[in-house]
């Protein structure tokens, strides 16, 4: 194989399957010419840091990292001291994929929480506070909650659901984080812009993403109203091996993905199509005899079906996608920025042969 003849294909193993938006290739063209000053200190992510106080409010600061794992990381790290924890869902990003970056790498505790939609509640999360508490010195204190939004299993915390939790974390004195890998996604399910289910609704930490709805490698940490914790970051963000040298390129991408609202354009089409995909299951579901059932709403753009394992096999000769629970059966389907409605169809009719219907 070669470059010129490689193999093109498609599937729904991950929105970060997909290529980068066209425009993010334009923009990061824009500010090659020339020379800026390495490490942040250049023209286009002094620009970035007004772009994102326009969205997320005038406190907000931001510090852009290679990955997902390095802004929750680094994030989670800044307000956690070496004897305290994080509470999270138990299918939280940072507890199930990040491959326990956050214990090795910030040495953190992570309390995790069985939830049925993969969202958090103070009901939820307050009997395992007083355990903790009843522990005392011989259990982590707890020093933050960390949600995710969408979460991983293509649910949606609106912006109340997100204030109680809030209220409930600084009532404690703990902070809030927000996993924002797909925050893209959560906006335009919300129909609103950041600011109002993030900072409005009283987040302290953002992990922004960029990569999973058009950019490449180009995430961020935001803080959202701390002057002193904005200004540990970037030293956490150096020995946690998240500074780019060559940010500007870093910064550009996150501008463009705010321009004409690219993000947000992108993360509407991938919850569309989306819908489309699970429009379409259920309707086969209601045919299939039982065979087929999603037990979760799809909220934003993961659509995640319990299917017969024959079927799963058949499906991934022609498509890529994860099973998500190996015990039931459940699958997950990830639509993208450049999904296709032929690509759903497709999806649906490899289905609809494979029962048999």
Known sequence: MT??????????????????????????????????IAYGDDTVTTEL????????????????VFNGTGANVTALQAVVRRWESVICADTAHIHSDEGGAPEKMAGLKLFTLPTPDGKLTPELVEPML????????????????????????GTLYSAAEVRALADFAHSHGFVLHMDGARLANAAAALGTGFKEFTTD?????????????????????VVL????????????????????????????????????????????????????????VRELAERSGGRVSVPNPTQANACLPVLPFEIITELQKRYRFYIWDHNTGQVRWMC???TTQE??????????GALGL
Do not use: C
């Open 3 to 36: 470059l010129e003849n490689r193999e093109i294909w498609r599937g729904f193993a991950s929105d970060n399957y997909a290529g980068v938006h066209p425009q993010i290739f334009q923009i990061m063209q824009s500010v090659n010419a020339g020379h800026e």
């Open 49 to 64: 840091t007004k772009v994102f106080k326009q969205h997320f409010g005038d406190a907000a600061e931001v510090f852009p």
């Open 130 to 153: 007083e355990g903790i508490k009843a522990k005392g010195v011989h259990r982590p204190q707890v020093a933050a909650i960390s949600i995710s939004n969408t979460t991983e299993l």
């Open 201 to 221: 609704a009283g987040v302290d930490l953002v992990s922004f993403g960029g990569t999973k709805i058009g950019a490449l490698a180009a995430e961020a940490v």
């Open 225 to 280: 109203n701390d002057e002193a914790l904005a200004a540990t970051v970037p030293h956490l963000r150096k020995t946690s091996m998240q500074l780019p040298s060559k940010m500007r390129f870093f910064s550009a991408q996150l501008i463009g993905l705010f321009e004409n609202d690219l993000a947000l354009s992108n993360a509407r089409h991938a919850n569309a199509m989306a819908q489309r995909l699970d429009a379409g």
């Open 336 to 338: 993208a920025w450049d």
């Open 343 to 352: 690509d759903v169809d497709g999806l649906l009719a490899s289905l609809q």
